[in-house]
């Protein structure tokens, strides 16, 4: 029989094909001992070899290590590497097969209770999952364990955006100038195109695009220490020059070659991040703002001009157009605007008086 009853009152399951045996499994019950065999049949019959999953799981995050190394982003690739520094030992010395969603969880809680922030758990998150994607592939296992299985929420403060208000923006940028006009331009240009800094480092002279309207095209970006790559969304986009920007642009682009490097300082070099902001004195003069910040200040001043929040998505290459209403609630909606100036009608009048901001966003 293959569930046979043993001396202890355990029950054991033995898997076979044919007249070979291929894995046999004791249980307490003879319930889970069947449901057992009926999984292994099942995968067996699928073409997974459970022999093939005994192998511990330490060893098969090594081999497909070696594998990420040629076929993923160097990004991705320095993700996967933490797998082995962020795996629970118990987990690593498991067999690949006896891996389940109740350690995948564990180790989730784990981690956040080391105090490791939810969004790198979501990165560990992608990685556990491709690994135990490939051994599914190899058919080492049957059923990723990490499907299913959600990263924990945080019930933590969300970190606001805040933007520079145009009135705050002029006054950064006339400050920024006095130490080096030509990065206080770059980061006013910044401020109205919402280039991520990266991208703004590999933007070159040809892709100033002037027809049918001004703009940018946005195709790759170089984070300082890395190479060239594709932008954070794998597309290209194109953002708009306005004329506040655009003479500026057109003045930095004049004299260079098409392949030429666009936004760079005064004697022609790379932007780096840690040079520009100790030129500008930005601790001084961004009120405590990170230069991410001037991203975000471009997404608002579009949208507080009008433009409507699909186009606004577009131009900041948000894959979600959630990631874009986050600037909808920090500026509030046209309904906000209603309702707060219903609320300041004068009680012996029949119109609202819109109430005066200084330096503030104005729909």
Same mark, same amino acid.
């Given at each position: ?5 043993l001396?202890n ?7 076979k094909s044919?007249r070979?045996?291929v894995?046999s499994k004791?249980f307490d019950?003879r319930?889970e001992?069947v449901?057992?065999?009926?999984r292994?049949?099942a995968? &067996?019959?699928g073409?997974?070899?459970p022999?093939a ?5 330490r060893a098969?995050?090594i081999r ?5 190394r040629?076929?993923v982003?160097?990004k991705t690739?320095r ?8 795996m629970?030992?118990s987990?690593l010395a498991?067999?690949a097969s006896?891996v389940s969603?109740r ?12 105090g490791?922030?939810e969004?790198s758990?979501?990165?560990y998150r992608?990685s556990?999952?491709s690994?135990f994607?490939w051994?599914?592939?190899?058919k080492m296992i049957?059923t990723? *364990?990490?499907t299913?299985?959600?990263? *924990?929420r945080?019930?933590?403060v969300v970190?606001?955006?805040? +933007?520079?208000t145009?009135?705050?923006?002029e006054?950064a ?14 980061l006013?240009?910044?401020a109205w195109t919402?280039l991520r ?10 892709d100033?695009?002037?027809? =049918?309207?001004?703009?940018l095209m946005?195709?790759?970006s170089?984070?300082?220490g890395?190479a ?5 969304? #794998?597309a290209?986009r194109?953002? +708009?020059?306005?004329?506040r920007v655009?003479p ?7 004299g260079?070659?098409s392949?030429d490097?666009l936004?760079t300082?005064?004697? %022609?070099?790379?932007?780096?991040r840690t040079?520009?902001v #100790?030129?500008?004195?930005w601790a ?6 990170r230069v991410?910040?001037?991203r975000?200040?471009a997404a608002?001043l ?5 433009v409507d929040?699909g ?8 894959e979600s157009?959630?990631t874009t209403?986050?600037?909808l609630?920090?500026?509030g909606?046209g309904?906000d605007?209603?309702?707060?100036e219903? &609320?300041n009608i004068? =009680? %012996?009048?029949t119109r609202?008086?819109?109430?005066e ?6 729909r």
């Open positions: 029989m293959s569930v046979v009853k001396p009152g355990r029950w054991r399951a033995k898997l044919g070979v045996d894995a004791a019950t319930r001992a449901a057992w065999l009926a292994e049949r995968a &067996l019959a073409g997974v070899d022999r999953g005994r192998e511990r799981v098969l995050v497909w290590l070696q594998i990420r040629t076929t982003a160097g690739y993700s996967d590497q933490d797998l082995l520094r962020l629970p030992t987990m498991l067999q006896a969603g350690e995948v969880a564990r180790s989730f809680e784990a981690l956040l209770a080391s490791l922030a969004g758990v979501r990165r992608a556990l999952s690994f994607g051994c599914v592939r190899e049957a990723n *364990p990490v299913g299985v959600p990263v *924990p945080q019930s933590h970190d606001e955006l805040d +933007p520079f145009e009135p705050m923006l006054d940028h006339a400050a920024w100038s006095e130490a080096s006009p030509q990065l206080a331009d770059i006013l240009v910044l919402g800094w990266g991208e703004a480092r590999a933007m070159r002279v040809e100033v695009m002037q027809v =049918p309207t001004p703009g946005v195709r790759r170089q984070p300082e890395q060239l790559k594709a932008t954070k969304g #794998r290209s194109r953002v +708009p020059l306005a004329n655009l500026i642009v057109l003045g930095l682009a004049a260079k070659a392949s490097l936004l300082t005064a004697s %022609g070099a790379q932007l780096h040079a520009v #100790r030129s500008v004195k001084e003069t961004s009120r405590g703002r991410h910040d001037l975000h200040t608002c579009w949208l507080a001009r009008g929040p186009t606004v998505q577009a131009w900041m290459g948000h157009i959630a209403n986050r600037y609630h920090f500026m909606t309904a605007l209603a309702g707060l219903r &609320l004068d =009680p %012996g009048g609202g008086a819109r109430q901001t200084s330096g503030g966003w104005e």
